[in-house]
């Protein structure tokens, strides 16, 4: 079966004609990225035809958003690319590739071309299907090992016996910064370790793994390598392969004892032995079926009774209503968004809120709200895991579809724009700069709001801007309530002309909205009044409103000139990006900074605060103003100021300071934009002394990275570096530096080679397998490590000769 996603109808009916005669193959055709989404998580296909400029997906790379889920194997993708002006066909095959395509096709198609590829990728995937399935009848690992495993074809070879996967079911605590997931595994090997999680755990460059085993706790640093959805499970449930980094010797004790008991008992033996010794041990529930752990089975063993313990009604909207409930698994009152009664009733509505939800979840951003959990609780478990009043469940009387979220103490910005000083420019800059992160960072990640306004941004006591709601809930598709057109939940009085008027909305139809909120901070009064919603719409079609600077003659002719472009009824001339917008508003704040004192004296009071400062959100707060300085002067004639400065900011004390007080989940994002301003040589060399006192895996990973992207364009001296460092260290650094160095031209990774450990190596060769290189180095690379002295490890000279034959190196 193939899927066709296209929005241009002729494109879209062309293809399907063609692939359904030519191929006498089943075909469906979607016209945009969430019927697509929905298609896939519904069917099973061999391949997909993919315009990745589909209308309703903006801001990221979509191919690469597939392969996060589909391996390139079990979904291959042909990357549709329309042939029209001003687009760089060139780039845009790179593009496509780069991002995991498997092959490229131009719009419109050569017929008889397109076909004859088409049957290609076709009998690729029937013909590995056919393979997988003889593996799995040969081996007694998890049936999805073709799909989780990325070194799969390579394991066709058959598995040595001290890496062969060993399957078992073990409760493992996946704990993630501070928070921890109840998951399961699959199987284990010395490398790697595949679980079962019921929730959409963050993907990050590292985590940790506990085992509970027979009254012992075991450690592992682990990496995720792949994820994918569960056949056949609900909706919230994965399976993620992570990588060992690092494990103590008991590890490699537990599993030989294992493969000894497999070996004489088989595996009905080694599942008795586990379920005796394991202290997690599944429990069945009343059906006699496994209960796991997770947001859809919250299990009550573990916390001693239902999990989520009501307190109070925060909220009620047009889908949702909002509680205020006690998580016992979190120890913390969270809130709890339910999906309203009527849209429980329809499939998109539920699918669709889900998907935002689990969208919403992978954001880790100060300024946005954090989602916990997403899920479902059908009625017949209602007291098992909700200790809610009865009037609760006769509201939700079938299931209820939740997510769980930060609840914040605070005010909303309606309350707190009520005090006259808040309206103050040194007091609202601030504030709008938070909302315009926020802006920037979800639009970079593909999710527009929809429906910013003041009751839609906190303020916490400690002066925290959070904008909470973040492409939730906003927008369901319920066809029996709204006859099959989109239903999009706004408050008139801030959204665009756009958005009311039913049309294709991207970051920009938020960029009107935060316009909107900004005019009414400053003025107290909106720009389009009205009482009814055809009044508000007829205000802004008029295009005119009370001007900023006739209202206020106190507020800069800067801050007026952006939130006028803001508030532009054409979208092209607002600005393109959020993260113009935010740079825009950060060159404000640093004139505002300037005419209250000198260069010098400014810069010296950040310092002296940022130095000063012991509350970890303040100290977030110094590093963001450090952060505008920085961006506001950078772009200064007196190049001889500007290093100055950046000699200021790199004192080794003071960047000791900085790092240790903002090493933390919350403020990790902003140290990444202090060190790419900063840009500073000297900043590198502080950063990888602090990395080598470092204990804790995610912490290196993190200071890796800052001194890569101080590191600028100089790396082969951070290569260089890297030599020195133990067979435990230089991985993490070797990842980071791979992340950044890929696009350079210079044979950066040939220094690496010369690194004697087996594990940096190893990961190496991982790296250049996956990343684009130049073709010399590579050879470069796998020749020293088969033909010369470069290696003592034989299991790295394998893999160095199998890759050679991947990619056809002649050899001597």
């Known amino acids: 079966m193939i899927l066709i996603a296209e929005s241009h109808p002729e494109h879209r009916n062309h293809v399907q004609d063609l692939v359904s005669t030519g191929l006498k193959a089943e075909v469906h055709a979607v016209e945009n990225a969430r019927k697509m989404i929905a298609s896939l998580k519904e069917n099973h296909y061999d391949l997909l035809l993919l315009n990745a400029n589909l209308p309703d997906y903006r801001g990221s790379n979509l191919v690469k958003k597939l392969r996060e889920k589909y391996s390139i194997l079990r979904l291959p993708i042909i990357a549709m690319i329309r042939m029209d002006a001003g687009v760089d066909h060139h780039q845009a095959v790179l593009t496509a590739l780069h991002s995991g395509a498997n092959d490229c096709l131009f719009l419109p198609l050569d017929d008889e071309m397109a076909l004859a590829r088409i049957q290609n990728l076709v009998h690729i995937r029937q013909e590995f299907t056919v393979l997988a399935q003889r593996h799995r009848m040969e081996e007694s690992s998890d049936t999805s090992l073709d799909i989780t495993d990325p070194d799969f074809m390579h394991s066709f070879s058959g598995f040595s016996h001290t890496d062969a996967p060993i399957p078992c079911d073990l409760a493992v605590q996946t704990i993630i910064g501070p928070t921890s997931y109840t998951t399961r595994t699959k199987w284990i090997n010395n490398n790697q370790v595949l679980v079962v999680a019921y929730e959409n755990l963050p993907s990050v460059s590292s985590c940790r793994l506990k085992l509970e085993f027979d009254g012992a706790e075991i450690d592992l640093e682990v990496r995720e390598a792949h994820r994918e959805d569960v056949e056949g499970g609900d909706e919230n449930t994965f399976k993620i392969n992570y990588r060992v980094i690092d494990a103590p010797p008991m590890f490699d004790a537990l599993l030989r004892d294992f493969r000894r008991i497999l070996k004489d008992k088989g595996r009905e033996g080694l599942s008795a032995f586990l379920m005796s010794k394991s202290n997690l041990a599944a429990q069945p529930d009343e059906a006699g079926m496994t209960l796991h752990f997770g947001s859809n089975n919250v299990t009550a063993d573990l916390i001693g009774g239902a999990r989520y313990q009501y307190e109070g009604h925060l909220g009620e909207g047009a889908f949702a209503s909002v509680y205020l409930v006690k998580d016992h698994a979190l120890k913390r009152s969270i809130a709890m968004k339910v999906l309203n009664q009527r849209m429980t009733r329809s499939k998109d509505a539920r699918v669709n809120f889900l998907y935002e939800a689990q969208t919403a979840a992978q954001f880790h951003h100060p300024n946005i709200a954090f989602v916990y959990e997403v899920g479902e609780i059908r009625d017949t478990q209602y007291q098992k895991h909700l200790d809610f009043p009865p009037e609760i469940f006769k509201k939700h009387p079938e299931r209820i579809i939740y997510l769980t979220m930060q609840f914040i103490e605070g005010t909303t910005l309606t309350d707190w724009m009520i005090l006259e000083e808040h309206r103050e420019e040194e007091a609202a800059l601030p504030v709008l700069i938070d909302i315009a992160k926020a802006m920037a960072f979800a639009h970079e990640k593909g999710v527009i709001h929809r429906d910013i306004k003041p009751d839609n941004i906190m303020i916490t006591p400690e002066g925290q801007v959070i904008v909470t709601d973040f492409g939730i809930a906003n927008r369901i598709e319920a066809p029996k309530e709204s006859g099959g057109q989109n239903v999009i939940t706004c408050t008139p009085r801030y959204a665009s002309p756009e958005q009311l008027f039913g049309e294709d909305m991207d970051g920009r139809s938020d960029m009107y909205s935060f316009g909107t909120v900004a005019y009414e901070l400053l003025t107290g009064q909106t720009p389009f009044p009205g009482r009814t919603i055809e009044e508000v719409i007829a205000a802004k079609y008029k295009r005119s409103y009370p001007p900023i600077d006739g209202l206020r003659g106190d507020i800069s002719k800067e801050l007026v000139t952006i939130i006028n472009r803001c508030l532009e009824f054409e979208t092209s001339k607002r600005f393109p990006n959020a993260a113009d917008l935010l740079a825009e508003l950060l060159k404000v704040q640093g ?64 960047l000791q300071v900085l790092i240790e007080k903002n090493l933390t989940n919350h403020n990790q994002q902003m140290l990444y934009e202090f060190f790419i301003e900063l840009q500073s040589t000297r900043a590198v060399l502080e950063i990888l002394n602090l990395f080598q006192k470092e204990r804790e895996t995610w912490k290196k990973s993190v200071l890796a990275e800052l001194a890569v992207v101080s590191a600028g364009r100089d790396l082969e001296p951070l290569a260089v570096f890297g030599l020195e460092l133990t067979d435990r260290d230089a991985p993490i650094l070797l990842r980071a530096f791979a992340e950044v160095a890929s696009q350079t031209k210079e044979q950066v990774f040939l220094v690496w080679a010369n690194h004697k450990g087996l594990d940096t190596q190893r990961q190496l060769l991982k790296i250049i397998r996956t990343i684009s290189r130049p073709r010399e180095e590579i050879d470069k690379i796998l020749e020293y490590f088969v033909y010369r002295e470069g290696t003592a490890h034989m299991r790295v000279r394998q893999e160095a000769m199998d890759l050679m034959r991947e990619i056809g190196h002649p050899g001597k």
């Open 591 to 654: 004139a505002a900074q300037e005419s209250n004192g000198s260069l010098e004296s400014t810069l010296t009071d950040l310092i002296d605060q940022a130095i000063m400062v012991s509350d970890g959100k303040q100290a977030g707060i110094i590093l963001a103003r450090l952060v505008a300085f920085l961006n506001t002067h950078k772009t200064k004639d007196d190049v001889s100021h500007i290093n100055e400065i950046k000699t200021k900011l790199s004192e080794p004390s003071l």
